[in-house]
């Protein structure tokens, strides 16, 4: 089974910075892609970014285009989500995810393990 385990989470002012990471244990695979999501109060879950297991490719929401970005570290198989120009709207919980796949994935329905979610809350 694999953990995922995120922090870095907390309360920001809007146009501060937080990066998040995720670290992945348990039973790991030799070839993986992992994934953001946010879910806010009485909306659903969105992908926010996906990053395939050689990093070599990305994928971003529009909503964080430019301003969010995800990186990894497989020797520590660890992936991180570096937020800047953070906005009120920016607040959720946010979720790390891992797909048993090589390319970039933005449905949730691809991923096949969830951490349990950080918080992030942006004060105007």
């Known amino acids: 089974q694999v953990q995922l385990v995120e922090s870095g989470g907390g309360l920001v002012q809007a146009g501060g910075s937080l990066r998040l990471s995720c670290a992945a244990s348990g039973r790991t695979f030799s070839t993986y892609t992992m994934g953001w999501f946010r879910q806010a109060p009485g909306k659903e879950r969105e992908f926010v970014a996906t990053?395939?297991?050689?990093?070599?490719?990305?994928y971003y929401a529009d909503s964080v285009k430019g301003r969010f970005t995800i990186s990894r570290d497989t020797a520590k198989n660890t992936v991180y989500l570096q937020m800047i120009s953070l906005k009120p709207e920016d607040t959720a919980v946010y979720y790390c995810?891992?797909?048993?796949?090589?390319?970039?994935?933005?449905?949730?329905?691809?991923?096949?393990?969830w951490g349990q979610g950080t918080q992030v809350t942006v004060s105007s």
């Open positions: 990053i395939a297991w050689s990093g070599g490719s990305t």
């Open positions: 995810a891992m797909a048993r796949i090589r390319g970039i994935a933005r449905e949730a329905s691809w991923y096949d393990y």
